[in-house]
Nanobody, 114 residues
Framework: QVRFVESGGGLVQPGGSLRLSCAVS????????MGWYRQTPGKQREVVAR???????SLSDSVKERFTISRDNARNMVYLQMNNLTPDDTAVYYC????????WGQGTQVTVSS
């Protein structure tokens, strides 16, 4: 069974930075496209960043030039570096596969507020 454990969230002021981590177990991680998703109350979960097994990345327009996704295939880890955060980035952040979603982890709360 695939498991995702997200960490690194917290409360940050606008303009601040956070680095989220996701530990993945129970999967052939190195050959799987991974993504970071986020969800706010009353809205559907949306994918904000994707990374292919070889390292190619894509970001949604709302986070482009502020967020960076990366992965460490040796450690089965995915990261999301978030810079210049705004209140609109407040959400619970999750990682999961891009193709063939697995059960969601608990996520990590990111709150951007002064």
């Amino acid at each position: 069974q695939v498991r995702f454990v997200e960490s690194g969230g917290g409360l940050v002021q606008p303009g601040g930075s956070l680095r989220l981590s996701c530990a993945v177990s129970g999967s052939t991680f190195s050959i799987v496209a991974m993504g970071w998703y986020r969800q706010t109350p009353g809205k559907q979960r949306e994918v904000v960043a994707r990374i292919l097994p070889g390292g190619s990345t894509s970001l949604s327009d709302s986070v482009k030039e502020r967020f960076t996704i990366s992965r460490d295939n040796a450690r089965n880890m995915v990261y999301l570096q978030m810079n210049n955060l705004t209140p609109d980035d407040t959400a619970v952040y999750y990682c999961n596969r891009i193709y063939g979603l697995e059960a969601w982890g608990q996520g990590t709360q990111v709150t951007v507020s002064s």
